[in-house]
């Protein structure tokens, strides 16, 4: 269903921001407003040119954030009988011998496999990966 007004309109993805230069003096071209028309302009500031945007995009900030793997990790696993358990690490934490391990599920191709470690201690529950 179409908003009354928007029957042309399109959904763009906006992937980037360019640089465009003058086709007159190959000056660098800037972001101006018309404000009577209320259009975003690329004007040069070495000329009178001025070109129509495209695109109402001047600038693109992308964030990327990085998730600490171990925070993601449910301290319940403990509780898995189905995980396999080992005694040959020990907890730096509380010292525990016993801890469940698992293999990362990480669909990145470029991390080698990983084995993830909790300490089966239920007042410490310390994660760790070797």
Request: net charge negative.
């Amino acid at each position: 269903m179409q908003k009354p007004g928007f029957e042309d309109e399109k959904e763009e993805k906006i992937v980037g921001v360019g640089i465009l230069f003058c086709s007159e003096c190959n000056n660098m071209l800037y972001p101006k407003e018309d404000k009577r028309n209320k259009r975003l302009m690329y004007a040069c500031r070495n000329c009178d040119f001025m070109k129509r945007a495209d695109n109402p995009c001047i600038y693109v900030n992308r964030l990327e954030q990085e998730i600490d793997e171990l925070s993601l990790i449910n301290p319940d696993v403990i509780h898995d009988p189905t995980l396999p358990r080992t005694e040959e690490h020990q907890c730096d934490v509380c010292g525990n011998n016993e801890a469940v391990f698992f293999q990362s599920q990480t669909n990145k191709a470029e991390d080698n496999m990983r084995l993830y470690y909790v300490c089966t201690n239920v007042n410490c529950l310390h994660k760790w990966t070797e």
